[in-house]
């Protein structure tokens, strides 16, 4: 167990090649828009083949939001898709933990997979609301503080301003 390597990377996070890409689900693991049908369009069916099944089996109510679950990674240059649900920014109520627990969890799946380099992307930054530099700042300091075999983290950022955000918290 160690701290792994941080590397920022801006562009498209079906474009990685790496053991495990973290996709930013939604609870009903049924696909969704922005990464999540990014993941599926350039992975396949496989993938969502697979996220049916684990409904079925486990998650007849949803993937609890924090929690993280793997699935193949379909036609992806990766071997696992490890999915996570961020938690919808909320004005009145703070929900952090939830969002540094997706951080928190996928490593924890990718260490029980065998992991050793995982990308994410900026979990619950897009449709769920939630503030880059704030988002970026919870995303780092978690994978800083987390004990994992896996060796390095890639953050995949979409756009300027989200790899900036990430580069302030790494400076
Ligand atoms: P959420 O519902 O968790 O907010 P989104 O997919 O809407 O998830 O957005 C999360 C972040 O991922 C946003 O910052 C968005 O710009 C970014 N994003 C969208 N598509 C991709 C992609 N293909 N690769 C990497 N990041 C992406």
């Not at 069916?45 to 939001?65: F, N, V």
């Not at 004005?91 to 029980?112: F, G, K, N, Q, T």
């Not at 769920?128 to 978690?142: E, F, K, L, N, S």
């Amino acid at each position: 167990m160690t701290t792994p390597t941080i590397k920022l990377v801006r562009g498209d996070i079906t474009r990685q090649s790496v053991d495990a890409i973290v996709n930013a689900a939604n609870s009903s693991l049924l696909g969704g828009g922005g990464v999540d049908g990014a993941i599926h369009r350039r992975g396949g069916p496989a993938i969502l083949d697979e996220c049916r099944k684990l409904r079925a089996s486990h998650y007849g109510k949803g993937l609890p939001t924090g929690e993280a679950v793997a699935t193949t990674a379909g036609d992806l240059d990766a071997r696992w898709v490890i999915h996570t649900v961020g938690p919808v920014h909320s004005e009145s109520e703070d929900r952090s933990h939830l969002l540094a627990s997706c951080y928190r969890s996928s490593l924890r799946v990718a260490d029980e997979l065998g992991a050793r380099t995982v990308a994410f992307p900026a979990i619950s930054t897009g449709v769920y609301g939630w503030p880059m530099d704030d988002g970026a700042r919870i995303a780092v300091q978690t994978v800083r503080d987390a004990h994992t075999t896996v060796d390095e983290v890639r953050f995949v950022l979409f756009d300027e301003r989200a790899y900036e955000a990430f580069a302030e918290q790494l400076r």
